[in-house]
DNA sequence: AAAATTGACATTTTT
DNA sequence: TGTCAATTTT
C-alpha cells in the first residue's frame, strides 16, 4: 500500500482522492503535477479501477509513457494498459476501429504536413489558380490559414483578414481551393491532422452508440496541459466524459503557448462553468526552483493578468540570484554560453543544463560554436525527425505495400527512379490500381521491362505482399533498395543521414505491425531512440518543446526585441501576452541556475552587418533587483576572443564574421591541453590546419578545434 | 516529360 | 540557409 498522505501534500492529496466527477486542477509551474497525475493513477488502480478504462491523454506520446512508467514503479506492476496519448492518436485509435461508419469501408490513411501540402500542390495545379502570380502565396502558407480557420473555428476571411489584410483579393481563390482540397481527401480517404479531431466528433455525435462504447470503455478521463487544447479537444473531452463523468483535467492558464494553432485558454477557465459542481484545486507549493528563481519568475507572472491567482512558494530559500548577461554580439553569446556551461557542467551533469530560445534557427551560432569544441548536443524542436528528406523516402518506399494503395506514396516512391516524373508516377500509380482491381498488369510489366529499377521495386513489395514480413526485415530490405539513391543524392552528408536510419531502424524494432508503425511515424507517436536524452549531451530546445520539462540550469538565450517577443507577436496584444507567458514558461523550467542572454547586437545574414538590436521588453519589466548583471569577461572561446567590438558595430562596419578565420598553429601530438568542459587530455594527433585528436580521461578521443584549447608548454 | 538551373523569398512555435 | 516555384535545357 502506498502511502498517499505522507508522499502529498493536502492539495495533492485532495486531487489525487477525489476520483468522482469533474475536477480542474491548477498546477503551477513545479507544483508537482506529474506526481500528482501519477499517483492518482496509482489510486484509481488501487482502488479496483481497472487499467485499461483509464484514459489518459497528454501532449506527447513521451509524457504518457513517462507517467505510465513511474505510476507502475509506484505501484509495482505493469500500467502498460492504461489508454493514452494525444488527442490525435486516440482520435486515430478510434476512427481505424469505426472507419466504415466514416464513409472509408477500405479504411483511410493519415497525412502529415508534407502529405498535405503535396496533396494541395496538386489541386492547385489542376485548378491553375494563381499560376505565374509571384505574389500568390505558397502552398504550405495558404493550408496554415485553412488551418488555423478550422482550429480557431472561425471563417477563412478572419483569419485572412488578421493574419494577411493584404492577401484579401486572393480569399475567393482559397476558397476554391479548400473545397477542391476536401474533395480530394475525401476521393483519395486521406485525412490530414485536423480531420481527425473533427472527424472523431462528427463519428461520435453521429452515431449514438459508438459514443455509448466509448463512454463504458473509459469511465476515468484525465488530460493533462488542459490550457493547450482547443475548442474541439475540449468538446472531445467533454463528449467522452459526459457531462457529469469522471473527468479530471490538470493545467496551468499562465502557461498556455499554443493560441497560434487554436489553444483556447477559455477551455480552463470555463472549466466550471461547462461542468457544473467541478472541484477547483489549486497546487501552489513549489518544489522545482530555489526562492530567488522562483521571486524572478513571480515577478513576470504578476505582470501577465492571469485569471487563476496563484501564490507560488517554495522551500528552497538557499540559491543565488538569476544572471543577466550581455554580450556584444549573438556569437559573442555563443561564446559567453559555452563559458558558463564550462562551469556549469563541474556541478551537473551535461544533460542536466538545456539551453533554450524561442524559434530553432536562433540556435545556429551556438551550434557551429558547439561542433568546434565538440561538445555534444542534442536539439529538441524545428525540424522532426520523420520530416527529413532520406527519412521520408523509406517510409514512403514502406507505404507503398498498403492496401488500398496511396497515392502519395507512390508518388513519392517512384519519383525516386531515374527517368520518373510526376505524370509517370501518375500513369504507374493508376496501372498499379487496375492491376489490383482487374487483375490486368500487363502495363506494369511493361514499364518493368523497360526501366530495371522499376523492376527491383515490384519486385521487392511483391515479395512483401505475398509473404509479409516483419516490420524491421521489410525496412532491412527498402533500405537495401534505397542506399544507391541515397548516395547519390545525399553525398555531402551522407553519414549523419544513414544514422538517422539506422534510429529508424531500432524504431522498428518494436513493432510488429507494419500499419502500426507507420501510423505511428506520421502521428510522432513513436518513442524514437533519438529523442530519449542522451547522457552525456547538452540539450538544447526551442521552449515549445521544452514544456513540461526541468533542468538544474537554464540558459535563455537571444532575449531581443524582433525575436522575443518574435517581429510577428508585435502587433498583437494577445500575441504579446502569449510570448510573456512562454517567457514564463522558459523561466519556470530552472532548478537551481537561470541565465538570461541579451545580446547587444546580432548578425543579419541579408545585410552581412551585425546589426544592433534591443533587450527584449519583458526583460526591462523585470525589477533588477530580482538579478544579477553580468560582466561578461573575456573568454577562451573563439567567440568573443575574435570579437572585439565592445558594443557591435556601427552601422557601416564590417562584418566580424567576414574576417572570421581560424589561425593555423603548429602544436605537436603528445603534449598535454586543457578543455572547459572536459579537462586536462592528451594531444593523440594535431589535424592542420586547426584541428586536434584529443584523449580525455573518462571522455574519450574528442576532435576539437584548437581555438578550444589551452596548450600546456 | 524529366532534369537542371535560376531566382526569389521567408524565417515561430507543433499535432 | 535552404527551400520552393518558375524557367530553360536536355
Given at each position: 500500500?502506498?502511502?498517499?498522505?505522507?508522499?502529498?501534500?493536502?492539495?495533492?492529496?485532495?486531487?489525487?482522492?477525489?476520483?468522482?466527477?469533474?475536477?480542474?486542477?491548477?498546477?503551477?509551474?513545479?507544483?508537482?503535477?506529474?506526481?500528482?497525475?501519477?499517483?492518482?493513477?496509482?489510486?484509481?488502480v488501487?482502488?479496483?479501477?481497472?487499467?485499461?478504462?483509464?484514459?489518459?491523454?497528454?501532449f506527447?506520446?513521451?509524457?504518457?509513457?513517462q507517467?505510465?512508467?513511474?505510476?507502475?514503479?509506484?505501484l509495482?506492476?505493469?500500467?502498460?494498459?492504461?489508454s493514452?496519448?494525444?488527442?490525435?492518436?486516440?482520435?486515430?485509435?478510434?476512427?481505424?476501429?469505426?472507419?466504415?461508419?466514416?464513409?472509408?469501408?477500405?479504411?483511410?490513411?493519415?497525412?502529415?504536413a508534407?502529405?498535405?501540402?503535396?496533396?494541395?500542390?496538386?489541386?492547385?495545379?489542376?485548378?491553375?489558380?494563381?499560376?505565374?502570380?509571384?505574389?500568390?502565396?505558397?502552398?504550405?502558407?495558404?493550408?496554415?490559414?485553412?488551418?488555423?480557420?478550422?482550429?480557431?473555428?472561425?471563417?477563412l476571411?478572419?483569419?485572412?483578414e488578421?493574419e494577411?489584410?493584404?492577401?484579401?483579393?486572393?480569399?475567393?481563390?482559397?476558397?476554391?481551393?479548400?473545397?477542391?482540397?476536401?474533395?480530394?481527401?475525401?476521393?483519395?480517404?486521406?485525412?490530414?491532422?485536423?480531420?481527425?479531431?473533427?472527424?472523431?466528433?462528427?463519428?461520435?455525435?453521429?452515431?449514438?452508440?459508438?459514443?455509448?462504447?466509448?463512454?463504458?470503455?473509459?469511465?476515468?478521463v484525465?488530460?493533462?496541459?488542459?490550457?493547450?487544447?482547443?475548442?474541439?479537444?475540449?468538446?472531445?473531452?467533454?463528449?467522452?466524459?459526459?457531462?457529469?463523468g469522471?473527468?479530471?483535467?490538470?493545467?496551468?492558464?499562465?502557461?498556455?503557448?499554443?493560441?497560434?494553432?487554436?489553444?483556447?485558454?477559455?477551455?480552463?477557465?470555463?472549466?466550471?462553468?461547462?461542468?457544473?459542481?467541478?472541484?477547483?484545486?489549486?497546487?501552489?507549493?513549489?518544489?522545482?526552483?530555489?526562492?530567488?528563481?522562483?521571486?524572478?519568475?513571480?515577478?513576470?507572472?504578476?505582470?501577465?493578468?492571469?485569471?487563476?491567482e496563484?501564490?507560488?512558494?517554495?522551500?528552497?530559500?538557499?540559491?543565488?540570484?538569476?544572471?543577466?548577461?550581455?554580450?556584444?554580439?549573438?556569437?559573442a553569446?555563443?561564446?559567453?554560453?559555452?563559458?558558463?556551461?564550462?562551469?556549469?557542467?563541474?556541478?551537473?551533469?551535461?544533460?542536466?543544463?538545456?539551453?533554450?530560445?524561442?524559434?530553432?534557427?536562433?540556435?545556429?551560432?551556438?551550434?557551429?560554436e558547439?561542433?568546434?569544441?565538440?561538445?555534444?548536443?542534442?536539439?529538441?524542436?524545428?525540424?522532426?525527425?520523420?520530416?527529413?528528406?532520406?527519412?521520408?523516402?523509406?517510409?514512403?518506399?514502406?507505404?507503398?505495400?498498403?492496401?488500398?494503395?496511396?497515392?502519395?506514396?507512390?508518388?513519392?516512391?517512384?519519383?525516386?527512379?531515374?527517368?520518373?516524373?510526376?505524370?509517370?508516377?501518375?500513369?504507374?500509380?493508376?496501372?498499379?490500381?487496375?492491376?489490383?482491381?482487374?487483375?490486368?498488369?500487363?502495363?506494369?510489366?511493361k514499364?518493368?521491362?523497360?526501366?530495371?529499377?522499376?523492376?527491383?521495386?515490384?519486385?521487392?513489395?511483391?515479395?512483401?505482399?505475398?509473404?509479409?514480413?516483419?516490420?524491421s526485415?521489410?525496412?532491412?530490405?527498402?533500405?537495401?533498395?534505397?542506399?544507391?539513391?541515397?548516395?547519390?543524392?545525399?553525398?555531402?552528408?551522407?553519414?549523419?543521414?544513414?544514422?538517422?536510419?539506422?534510429?529508424?531502424?531500432?524504431?522498428t524494432?518494436?513493432?510488429?505491425?507494419?500499419?502500426?508503425?507507420?501510423?505511428?511515424?506520421?502521428?510522432?507517436?513513436?518513442?524514437p531512440?533519438?529523442?530519449?536524452?542522451?547522457?552525456?549531451?547538452?540539450?538544447?530546445?526551442?521552449?515549445?518543446?521544452?514544456?513540461?520539462l526541468?533542468?538544474?540550469?537554464?540558459?535563455?538565450?537571444?532575449?531581443?526585441?524582433?525575436r522575443?517577443?518574435?517581429?510577428?507577436?508585435?502587433?498583437?496584444?494577445?500575441?504579446?501576452?502569449?510570448?510573456?507567458?512562454?517567457?514564463?514558461?522558459?523561466?519556470?523550467?530552472?532548478?537551481?541556475?537561470?541565465?538570461?542572454?541579451?545580446?547587444?547586437?546580432?548578425?543579419?545574414?541579408?545585410?552581412?552587418?551585425?546589426?544592433?538590436?534591443?533587450?527584449?521588453?519583458?526583460?526591462?519589466?523585470i525589477?533588477?533587483?530580482?538579478y544579477?548583471?553580468?560582466?561578461?569577461?573575456?573568454?577562451?572561446?573563439?567567440?568573443?576572443?575574435k570579437n572585439?567590438?565592445?558594443?557591435g558595430?556601427?552601422?557601416?562596419?564590417v562584418?566580424?564574421r567576414?574576417?572570421?578565420?581560424?589561425?593555423?598553429?603548429?602544436?605537436?601530438?603528445?603534449?598535454?591541453?586543457?578543455?572547459?568542459?572536459?579537462?586536462?587530455?592528451?594531444?593523440v594527433?594535431a589535424?592542420?590546419?586547426?584541428?586536434?585528436?584529443?584523449?580525455?580521461?573518462?571522455?574519450?578521443?574528442?576532435?576539437?578545434?584548437?581555438?578550444?584549447?589551452?596548450?600546456?608548454?
Amino acid at each position: 500500500m502506498i502511502d498517499y498522505e505522507k508522499s502529498l501534500n493536502p492539495a495533492q492529496l485532495e486531487a489525487v482522492t477525489t476520483t468522482r466527477g469533474p475536477v480542474l486542477v491548477i498546477a503551477g509551474a513545479g507544483s508537482g503535477k506529474t506526481r500528482t497525475i501519477v499517483y492518482r493513477l496509482a489510486y484509481l488502480v488501487e482502488q479496483g479501477v481497472p487499467p485499461e478504462s483509464i484514459l489518459l491523454l497528454t501532449f506527447t506520446r513521451k509524457a504518457a509513457s513517462q507517467m505510465l512508467r513511474r505510476a507502475g514503479e509506484l505501484l509495482n506492476r505493469e500500467m502498460g494498459m492504461v489508454s493514452g496519448g494525444t488527442f490525435h492518436g486516440f482520435s486515430y485509435m478510434i476512427l481505424k476501429k469505426f472507419a466504415p461508419a466514416l464513409g472509408f469501408p477500405q479504411g483511410f490513411s493519415v497525412m502529415d504536413a508534407a502529405d498535405a501540402e503535396e496533396l494541395f500542390k496538386g489541386v492547385r495545379n489542376e485548378l491553375k489558380v494563381g499560376q505565374g502570380d509571384k505574389s500568390f502565396p505558397r502552398n504550405r502558407t495558404i493550408l496554415s490559414y485553412l488551418s488555423k480557420a478550422r482550429n480557431k473555428e472561425v471563417s477563412l476571411q478572419s483569419i485572412i483578414e488578421s493574419e494577411a489584410a493584404h492577401l484579401h483579393d486572393y480569399l475567393e481563390d482559397f476558397k476554391k481551393l479548400e473545397e477542391a482540397y476536401l474533395l480530394e481527401k475525401q476521393k483519395q480517404a486521406l485525412l490530414d491532422f485536423d480531420d481527425l479531431l473533427f472527424f472523431l466528433e462528427r463519428l461520435l455525435t453521429d452515431n449514438p452508440e459508438v459514443l455509448e462504447y466509448v463512454r463504458s470503455v473509459y469511465g476515468y478521463v484525465m488530460v493533462d496541459e488542459y490550457q493547450d487544447t482547443n475548442l474541439v479537444q475540449a468538446r472531445l473531452a467533454r463528449l467522452i466524459a459526459s457531462d457529469q463523468g469522471n473527468i479530471m483535467v490538470v493545467g496551468d492558464d499562465a502557461q498556455s503557448i499554443y493560441g497560434f494553432r487554436g489553444a483556447d485558454v477559455g477551455n480552463i477557465l470555463d472549466f466550471p462553468g461547462t461542468f457544473p459542481g467541478a472541484r477547483v484545486i489549486k497546487l501552489e507549493q513549489n518544489y522545482r526552483s530555489t526562492q530567488p528563481v522562483l521571486s524572478l519568475t513571480n515577478c513576470i507572472l504578476s505582470s501577465m493578468g492571469q485569471k487563476y491567482e496563484k501564490n507560488l512558494f517554495s522551500t528552497r530559500t538557499d540559491g543565488a540570484r538569476p544572471e543577466l548577461i550581455t554580450p556584444s554580439s549573438d556569437m559573442a553569446q555563443a561564446g559567453a554560453v559555452l563559458s558558463r556551461v564550462e562551469e556549469l557542467s563541474s556541478r551537473y551533469p551535461l544533460h542536466d543544463i538545456a539551453v533554450l530560445f524561442r524559434a530553432a534557427y536562433h540556435a545556429y551560432p551556438l551550434e557551429v560554436e558547439l561542433n568546434k569544441a565538440s561538445i555534444g548536443y542534442q536539439k529538441f524542436g524545428g525540424m522532426k525527425f520523420s520530416e527529413a528528406a532520406h527519412i521520408k523516402d523509406v517510409l514512403s518506399l514502406m507505404r507503398m505495400v498498403q492496401d488500398p494503395p496511396e497515392i502519395l506514396a507512390w508518388k513519392r516512391g517512384l519519383g525516386l527512379l531515374k527517368g520518373v516524373g510526376p505524370k509517370t508516377a501518375q500513369r504507374l500509380y493508376q496501372a498499379y490500381c487496375t492491376s489490383l482491381t482487374s487483375g490486368d498488369g500487363s502495363e506494369l510489366k511493361k514499364f518493368e521491362t523497360k526501366n530495371e529499377q522499376f523492376a527491383g521495386l515490384m519486385e521487392l513489395l511483391r515479395r512483401q505482399k505475398n509473404l509479409p514480413a516483419s516490420p524491421s526485415s521489410f525496412l532491412t530490405e527498402v533500405l537495401d533498395f534505397y542506399r544507391p539513391f541515397l548516395e547519390e543524392k545525399h553525398m555531402e552528408d551522407l553519414p549523419r543521414r544513414l544514422s538517422g536510419l539506422e534510429q529508424l531502424e531500432q524504431i522498428t524494432s518494436a513493432y510488429n505491425h507494419l500499419e502500426a508503425f507507420l501510423a505511428d511515424m506520421v502521428l510522432e507517436n513513436s518513442d524514437p531512440v533519438g529523442m530519449q536524452a542522451r547522457e552525456d549531451a547538452l540539450v538544447l530546445s526551442t521552449i515549445h518543446s521544452a514544456k513540461g520539462l526541468e533542468w538544474s540550469a537554464v540558459l535563455l538565450i537571444d532575449l531581443v526585441e524582433e525575436r522575443f517577443p518574435s517581429r510577428r507577436a508585435m502587433q498583437d496584444p494577445d500575441d504579446m501576452d502569449e510570448e510573456q507567458r512562454l517567457l514564463y514558461v522558459a523561466c519556470t523550467r530552472a532548478r537551481d541556475y537561470l541565465g538570461l542572454f541579451v545580446p547587444q547586437s546580432i548578425y543579419q545574414r541579408s545585410t552581412g552587418f551585425n546589426q544592433r538590436v534591443w533587450p527584449s521588453p519583458f526583460v526591462r519589466e523585470i525589477d533588477t533587483s530580482l538579478y544579477s548583471k553580468v560582466k561578461e569577461q573575456a573568454g577562451i572561446f573563439s567567440g568573443e576572443k575574435k570579437n572585439p567590438q565592445g558594443d557591435g558595430p556601427l552601422p557601416g562596419e564590417v562584418s566580424p564574421r567576414s574576417s572570421r578565420r581560424s589561425q593555423t598553429s603548429a602544436v605537436p601530438a603528445g603534449g598535454y591541453c586543457r578543455h572547459k568542459v572536459f579537462g586536462r587530455g592528451k594531444v593523440v594527433q594535431a589535424l592542420p590546419p586547426n584541428k586536434y585528436k584529443v584523449n580525455f580521461p573518462g571522455v574519450g578521443l574528442k576532435t576539437i578545434s584548437g581555438d578550444y584549447l589551452n596548450f600546456e608548454e
